[in-house]
Every structure is written in C-alpha cells, then in structure tokens.
C-alpha cells in the first residue's frame, strides 16, 4: 500500500520478486489518490476500510486463500490499523509507518513551514473536532 501523496506505482519495483515467488500482487489507489476518487485521505484511518473491503472481496472471490500486506509510510500505517482487527493476516512488510500521528505532524510542520509548534497542536485541536 502506497504512502501520502503517493498511488499504486510504488509497488512496481516489487513485480518481478513477486511473479518469481508465484503470489499475487493487487495494487489500488487509496481514495484520494492517484486514479481514485475522493477529496482527502487521513493518513491510514479511513484507508483501514478500504483494505479490509479489498481483503474481502479477495477472500469471497477465491482470488487467494493466504494474505499478506505491504506497505509504506501512511500504507505501513494503514496495514497495522488493518491488521489490528484482522487476525487472519499472514504477516506484514512495513516501511516507515509512523506510530503517532500528532508526532509527524509536528515533525513535519517544523522541517518544511515556520509555524510554530502551538499553532499546529491548535490546528489539530481544532480538525479532531471536526473529522
């Protein structure tokens, strides 16, 4: 699963190891992003439904009878808060998820904007409140 700002092509480094191991590969667009439709993405939360809408279909269709999820960054996070309530999962390949989401706002909001740390704990007071 592909990170923020991202789409399905992350995964396309990974076809050939994948063919040669015979597993199926299945790449999508979160919502949001890429070819899909939508008008914001929260950063794994909402996306933990649309993996497990995948998963089913997969499963109800025979497409696979064994499931294993890759992701990156917001697609690791993703995977995690699918696989939480998922215990069927075989197992998980996470590259840099993060594991707290005020924490990489603020990380973020420090290294590419001057806007300080309190007006940023403010802004996101303010969006929980919200979504």
Known sequence: MHGNS????E???LVPFILRSKMTLFCFDFAG??????????LGWHERDDVNVIV????????????GLWGRSMGAATALLHGDRDPS????VLDSAFSDLKVL???LARTH???????VSTAMSLIRGSV
Not at 56 to 67: A, D, F, I, S, W
Not at 113 to 119: A, G, I
């Open 56 to 67: 089913n279909y997969l499963r109800e269709h025979r497409k696979v009878n064994t499931v």
């Open 33 to 42: 992003c890429g070819k899909s439709e939508g008008e914001f993405i929260s």
């Open 89 to 92: 999962i075989a197992g998980m």
């Open 105 to 107: 706002v603020q990380e």
């Open 11 to 13: 995964a396309i480094d």
């Open 6 to 9: 991202s789409c399905r092509l």
């Open 113 to 119: 904007t001057k806007v300080p740390s309190f007006l």
